[in-house]
């Protein structure tokens, strides 16, 4: 048992007694928690807004060494999310973030990219950046860093270039095969018989690898038309639903922000 301070996101809060809750953080030094917030729910407790969705907060837990429950001491809010009632499709991109969060970490395995990643996509999200872009940056950072990046480089099966391949094909057939089973980009040879092949133009491919890059900001600015945003959250919509074994809940509520290009 041991005390321990950390900065957390808030993803879960469930009720557990009359003045209890069970709270599943994501903390920048240890992962995904979950804790007992005992009081958590009597009007002045010790905790008192802290432990609202989407915020950020300074953490102090009693670290379990057993399986039982971690116990939250203190929370001390950093930054609530304050677009939660002005504006939904931000509210849902950010419920989005922290649902593959909640979904794509283990608990107790230290992240520090990935919280940093997660917690300036939330602020960016409430402070009016393009929620669209927001989001691509986010999952093609998830991806990099819990090492589910799809290739998109050279055929994932026989590391052929691709886009000499689709530029030699010329006028409308210049799309390049993204193979969802296959986890990347696949020669015209290699897609014989895979499963889940879907045609993109060379652009999807090339922006998932700017949202990835993590030594370059042209993610911001990179100038994507609005067919190669529908493009992106169609390939990722099948990735991510692959990875999870399901559809993840908030993917509905993602496309529209697709069609008004954000
Ligand atoms: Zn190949």
Not at 63 to 88: G, I
Not at 118 to 137: C, T, W
Not at 142 to 148: M, S
Not at 224 to 246: H, I, K, P
């Amino acid at each position: 048992m041991s005390t321990e301070k950390t900065d957390a996101i808030v993803l879960r809060v469930i009720d557990f007694s009359e003045t209890s809750c069970v709270v599943t953080l994501f903390t920048r030094d240890f992962g995904k928690i979950s804790a007992l917030a005992k009081g958590a729910r009597r009007p002045k407790g010790p905790f008192e807004a802290a432990l609202d969705l989407l915020a950020v907060c300074r953490i102090v837990f009693i670290h379990k060494s057993t399986d039982a429950l971690d116990l939250l001491t203190e929370a001390k809010l950093s930054r609530r999310f304050r677009s939660a009632s002005k504006d939904l499709s931000r509210l849902y991109a950010a419920y989005y973030v922290s649902e593959l969060l909640k979904e794509l970490t283990e608990e107790a395995d230290p992240q520090h990219d990935l919280y940093d990643v997660a917690e300036a996509a939330i602020r960016a999200l409430d402070s009016g950046a393009a929620p669209a872009r927001q989001v691509l940056r986010f999952e093609m950072a998830t991806l990099r860093i819990l090492g589910h990046m799809p290739q998109c480089n050279v055929c994932v099966e026989c590391g052929k270039d691709v886009f000499a391949e689709a530029e030699n094909n010329g006028g409308e057939k210049k799309r390049i095969a993204f193979g969802q089973v296959a986890g990347g980009v696949l020669c015209k040879r290699c897609r014989i018989g895979q499963r889940k092949v879907v045609l993109v133009t060379p652009n999807v491919v090339k922006s998932m690898r700017v949202f990835a890059d993590a030594e370059s900001d042209q993610w911001r600015d990179l100038n994507t038309d609005s067919q190669t945003m529908g493009e992106l959250r169609g390939v990722l919509n099948y990735y991510f639903a692959a990875l999870l074994g399901r559809r993840p809940r908030m993917q509905p509520y993602l496309n529209a922000l697709y069609t008004a290009h954000g």
